[in-house]
């Protein structure tokens, strides 16, 4: 009889884990623009949806490199992937947080000086500064493997990187509708609207003088991401972005993600509980999908 209570127990906890998995995975395939649009539009989850910047920097794992990109989408369901885009000086796209070499590789000097035959040599470090077996991996690498995953793509297009070229290539690779382009500006946006109709977009939303120039702008809201400040905000500030049909991503790198687990914890928690930010973009996105949808 008891080993019964421990299989119906135990079935029970699956299931229930699974229910989880399922609602926040959700339809994670993305056909058209329609369903990306859908699946992030404001108001249809109670728990944020979880961003991973770099693709995650835990355990010691570098960021921005194909192995940390296979461990984060293989714990974090329907995870919306950060990867930073940059050019060498031969005018190849790779993934890489920092032109600067020496911050994060083995190398010195910058990236967009340097030809991919000498970049494609370098290794990544990990957060504490130790070296790596991981190089540095080109756009065009990350986007083949991007295409047949259950994912969403948050695509961080440096200023000085071609918007052209970074858009042909999302188009060319099958990644366009599973996509959403980081712009800096809202005339980049305008651009990359121009370029391609349908692919989503973040923007700054940080301050409601921001607010009234995405209002002016005539960008389509529904095919908008905000990207609000760090700290956590009054309940209007999201709601006024809300009401523009407008999902809020708040960011805790380089700030609640530094500190142990113990302090972070409940300040992830009560992003979690405030009814603002409907996307957190985390270092740490292994860790706060455990306190998101912890089985207990």
Known sequence: MKNQTRQVFAALLLAAFSHTAQAQTGECRFKDAEALKNYLKPGKRTTP?????????EDGYPGNSMATFERTYSK???VLLEIDVRATSDSLLVVSHDDDLALKTNGK????????????KLR???PYGSMTEYPIPTFQE????????NLILIVDKKPETSITRTIKMLQGTGNLYKSVLICYSLKEA??????APQLMLAVGFNSPEHIDAVEQSGLPFEQLVA????????NSFYQRIHNMNIAASLGTNGNIDTLQTTESRPLYQKIRDSGGPDIICTDNPILVQSIFYKKD
């Open 142 to 149: 990350v986007l083949n493997w991007s295409s047949d995953k």
């Open 49 to 57: 949806l979880i961003m991973a910047h770099q693709g995650g920097t």
């Open 76 to 78: 974090v369901p329907c």
């Open 227 to 234: 990207l609000t400040p760090r700290e956590l905000q009054d």
């Open 109 to 120: 000097g910058l990236l967009s000086k340097k030809k991919w035959k000498e970049v494609g």
């Open 190 to 195: 305008q651009l990359a609207h121009k370029l």
């Open 124 to 126: 990544l470090k990990d």
